[in-house]
């Protein structure tokens, strides 16, 4: 079978001169026209820690191609930093860029006909738009994760990107001195790596290495390291595997390739993020994948690990314990995960962690199953009169499982941090943000700037919070977003007003608002729908197109979609 199957088109028709004119002037000898062409794309740019080593990544898969047979050519693609957007109108862009890093990694493949591709990606969107786009292709492909970034230091207190939003709620109650503000800041991020807790990154990372769509180790080994190098130079020979196999990324993630992502991630204690990436690349590969499919697995699968943000490690230790197979060895000898799928080595994950060595008694990282941190899973979908198409909690345990009390509504994240620093946000309040869906906001922004200010305020484990955006991996708390249907859609939490009660019950899976239908239908009536929040370019496309949050915020939705 020749491993040219698509960019033969190009290479191998004397009817395209053209073509093969410009193959050999930007560099390939006729040789080379006659090796399989591996698309190697880079979400690589200056100006973010996760994204910043990224292009030097790409250029040691393409070396590594060398020898093999194979042709990499390089490109690149966007990226959207969480971390830096969070708090401000950028952050809209965010997870439109999931789409954008989607639309061009399929674009590029597609119109050059390259037969493979190797995805080089590090920030929380790259990783599924990245995945997205290998799944609509349905050519042999792998991602290789960038990387986690390494723990900061300020007088001896473990930083990483959170701690600086904690500081800034310091700050607004004093607590915290001028020069220690300034120290966290300027030592919280000492390099190359996407944030270094169980967020929505590093969270997506294990994700794609429990779907088989990524090597071993690569979820958990930092950035900065020789290991990831090497992880780099060896992608050429996987890739070389995926092509004389003909294994593709719609063989590897299959439904139960998606349950042991499902798992992984509750166990990890991952970011509600998942839940629209996974429902969008589930979408992406033909896999019919619901929310309540994370509510299923959230109710047999407990949280074990104690990582960032609600726990004490990140994913550097968990690295140095024996990473994220360690974790996986666990889980398939209890049970919890299926060994017998393919994955991009060409075996399959239980052949991978055959000589793998499970986490044992001398760590406390990863608790053993007979003493949880969490019975069941901390992902919670939740429904009611005020979602009656979902939602999604957080729930590690540690902020109790029932919250009720007076609603306090604002209709944008900036009039929450105002909220908060006039101290209009009181103990006892159910806190709700609206029309930050994902048409409203647009691009369902995530709240960490408010949540951080919360907890650093004090008010983490008094007040509750509930809205149609999204909250970051790096955020704690009673918070329960992506209700559906969206505030912008004229869903109930339009309609809630100052002071309407509000039931937000783990236990029954329940989110009630307790004002009457009656009542509920003169407020719809009065209620009219805003003008989109952006006027032209992608945010207003994006807004255009989007599907709601229980369904993954997908742009590319039609009737034979999942
Ligand atoms: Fe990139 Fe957090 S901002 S992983």
Redesign the pocket.
């Known amino acids: 079978m020749s491993l040219k199957k698509y960019s033969r088109i190009y290479t191998q028709d004397d009817s395209l001169p053209a073509s093969q004119a410009m193959l050999i002037g930007s560099g390939l000898s006729e040789e080379d026209l006659r090796k399989p062409f591996v698309g190697v794309c880079s979400t690589g740019f200056e100006g973010?820690?996760?994204?910043m080593h990224l292009d030097e990544l790409a250029n040691l898969v393409k070396q590594g191609m060398q020898g093999l047979g194979l042709v990499g050519l390089r490109f690149n693609t966007i990226?959207v930093?969480?971390?830096?957007t969070?708090g401000n109108q950028g952050m809209r862009y965010s997870l439109v860029s999931r789409e954008i890093i989607a639309d061009s990694i399929e674009a590029m493949a597609g119109a050059h006909n390259y037969d493979a591709l190797a995805c080089v990606v590090?920030?929380?969107k790259?990783m599924p738009g990245s995945l997205i786009a290998m799944a609509r292709l349905n050519r042999p492909g792998m991602m290789v994760y960038g990387g986690t970034?390494k723990g900061g230091n300020w007088k001896g207190q473990k930083l990483n990107?959170v701690s600086c939003f904690e500081a800034y709620g310091k700050k607004l109650k004093g607590e915290i001195s001028e020069e220690d503000y300034k120290g966290v800041i300027k030592n919280a991020c000492p390099g190359p790596g996407?944030?270094g807790g169980m967020?929505?990154?590093?969270t997506m990372a294990s994700a794609a290495e429990a779907l088989g769509m990524s090597v071993p180790y690569t979820s958990s080994v930092p950035a900065v390291s020789q290991e990831k190098k090497d992880e780099c130079l060896q992608a050429g020979n996987y890739l070389r595997i995926l092509l004389e196999q003909d294994l593709k990324p719609r063989d590897i993630m299959v439904r139960e390739a998606f349950e042991n992502a499902m798992v992984l991630i509750t166990v990890l204690g991952g970011s509600t993020n998942a839940v629209i990436h996974l429902l969008a690349i589930a979408s992406a590969a033909g896999v019919k994948l619901t929310i309540d499919d994370f509510q299923a697995v959230s109710r047999k699968t407990p949280v074990l690990a104690d990582l960032k943000p609600s726990g004490k490690y990140l994913m550097e230790d968990l690295c140095s314990m024996g990473g994220v197979p360690a974790v996986m060895k666990t889980l398939l000898q209890e049970g919890l995960i299926v060994g017998d799928l393919p994955t991009v080595t060409g075996k399959t994950i239980a052949e991978n962690l055959q000589n793998v060595k499970p986490l044992g008694q001398e760590q406390d990282l990863l608790r053993p199953l007979s003493n949880p941190i969490k019975a069941d899973g901390h992902i919670q979908i939740l429904y009611g009169n005020l979602a009656p198409k979902g939602s999604v909690a957080k729930i590690t345990g540690k902020e109790g499982l029932k919250f009720e009390g007076p609603a306090k509504v604002f209709n944008s994240e900036e009039a929450l941090n105002e909220g908060i620093s006039t101290g209009e946000v009181k103990e006892g309040q159910v806190v709700v943000i609206r029309y930050v869906g994902p048409k409203g906001g647009p691009g369902m922004p995530e709240m960490l700037k408010p949540t951080s200010a919360i907890m650093g305020a004090g008010l983490g484990s008094k007040v509750a919070l509930i809205t149609d955006g999204r909250f970051?991996?790096?955020t704690h708390g009673f918070v329960i977003g992506h209700v559906c249907p969206e505030a912008y859609d004229g869903g109930p939490l339009a309609l809630v007003e100052d002071g309407d009660w509000i039931t937000l019950d783990i236990a029954t899976n329940s989110i009630h608002l307790h004002v009457d239908e009656t009542l509920l239908q003169e407020r719809r009536q009065r209620w009219t729908r805003p003008a989109f929040n952006a006027q032209r370019g992608v945010l207003l496309k994006y807004a255009k197109t989007v599907s709601e949050a229980s369904s993954g915020c997908i742009t590319d939705l039609d009737e034979t979609s999942n």
């Open positions: 973010n820690t996760c994204n990226g930093s969480d971390g830096i969070n590090g920030c929380d790259n970034i990107i996407a944030c967020y929505t990154a590093n970051s991996g790096g």
